[in-house]
């Protein structure tokens, strides 16, 4: 089951990494850029996932800057790039977003506490391959709680968020 869970979870961060070209054609303004950070979060995810999922070698200050990179998009940062009134196309945002916006900062503020926990992490012992996952709607530890985990544990936790905000504020394909 979590080895199907994770694998789902890859497939969905592969399509996010790589669907970023096309989207963006005809994208200006604040649209572009927030799509363009996505973009980053998504590679930088993409990265993490094969070095914690396959045969790349696992390196740990890499790990750390793209967790690092993963941060720096996440949080406030990421809530500025939604502007109210910023849903010209070819957004794939949801005026969710701004209806929930409390949930939506939340997450943003989790992806970056999820990133900083992954980098403390990146060091701590290694767990096999797919004993990492969580379950879906598994409450979010805090960061000290995260920061003890294995790093394909948080990994799995910063995904989980990914894909929360995904489900709930991007339009689907």
């Known amino acids: 089951m979590r080895h199907t869970a994770f694998a789902a979870l890859t497939v969905a961060l592969v399509a996010f990494a790589g669907a970023g070209g096309f989207a963006h054609t005809g994208a200006t303004g604040i649209v572009k850029q927030r799509m363009d950070s996505m973009e980053v979060i998504g590679k930088s995810m993409k990265a993490l996932n094969g070095m914690l999922r396959s045969d790349e070698t696992y390196d740990i200050q890499r790990v750390r800057a793209l967790a690092r990179t993963i941060g720096e998009h996440g949080g406030d940062k990421l809530t500025a790039l939604f502007p109210g009134g910023s849903m010209h196309k070819p957004t794939r945002a949801l005026p969710a977003i ?26 701590n012992e290694r767990t096999p391959s797919g004993s990492g996952t969580t379950r879906a709607g598994s409450p979010q530890p805090g960061i000290d709680a995260l920061s003890a985990m294995s790093p ?21 394909k």
Do not use: I
Request: some cysteine.
């Open 152 to 172: 394909e544990a948080v990994f799995a936790h910063m995904a989980q968020t990914c894909t929360a905000c995904h489900r709930d504020f991007r339009e689907k």
């Open 98 to 123: 701004w209806t929930d916006w409390d949930r939506f900062s939340a997450l943003a503020d989790r992806l970056s506490d999820s990133a900083a926990a992954l980098g403390a992490a990146a060091g």
